[in-house]
């Protein structure tokens, strides 16, 4: 049986309150550092994205979400990582702007009752190519100031990290948590 949100999150703090440092904890803090710098140029560059196109990032998230087949609040919110209400508001705020429509579930009994169901319309696909090619042009920017050797090793890395995280089953890593788990 699968381990609530909220119960993954108090094992992963108790795991991690309780467990011996590795024996690579420079480097782990250095790592962490790295990648806080990372995260803080990531969010620069989601700044600059909102800013010219006038979406936050969990619109970003949402019309992403919906257009990977997410269809209800409910399922951007746990595919974002909202709460339900937020990820509500954000789709009844991306419905209002045009950029998603609602629709009815197929097999819904009653034609009048509201629907509950969303889609990408036409300007939320563009908007959401939009961001994309942002995201690039702005990465394709920084690549740009890195020779061909570093360039490679840091695509090697990323694709490296990467495929160690994504090991894990589903977005909560309950291997990485594991694994924490049991070196305390």
């Known amino acids: 049986m699968r381990m609530s949100p909220e119960g993954e999150q108090r094992r992963a703090r108790t795991a991690v309150q309780h467990s011996e440092p590795g024996p690579r904890l ?3 803090l250095e790592l962490v550092e790295a990648f806080s710098a990372v995260a803080r140029s990531r969010g620069d560059v989601f700044r600059t994205i909102e800013r010219l196109t006038d979406l936050r990032y969990g619109e970003l998230e949402a019309l ?3 257009s990977a ?4 609040h409910r399922e951007v919110a746990r595919r974002t990582g909202q709460v339900d209400a937020a990820a509500a508001a954000t789709v009844e705020g ?3 702007r045009g950029m998603l429509a609602p629709h009815h579930h197929p097999e819904a009994p009653d034609e009048y009752s509201e629907p509950t169901l969303v889609h990408l319309t036409p300007a939320g696909a563009v908007a959401l190519q939009q ?4 995201q690039v042009r702005l990465l394709d920017s920084a690549l740009s100031t890195l020779g061909d050797e570093e360039t490679e090793r840091l695509r090697e890395a990323v694709h490296h990290v990467g495929d160690r995280l994504e090991r894990a089953d589903g977005p909560r890593h309950p291997a990485l948590l594991s694994s924490v788990a049991d070196a305390s």
């Open 26 to 28: 420079v480097e782990t």
């Open 131 to 134: 961001a994309e090619a942002l």
């Open 94 to 96: 991306l419905v209002r």
């Open 64 to 66: 992403t979400a919906v």
């Open 69 to 72: 087949g997410a269809d209800h």
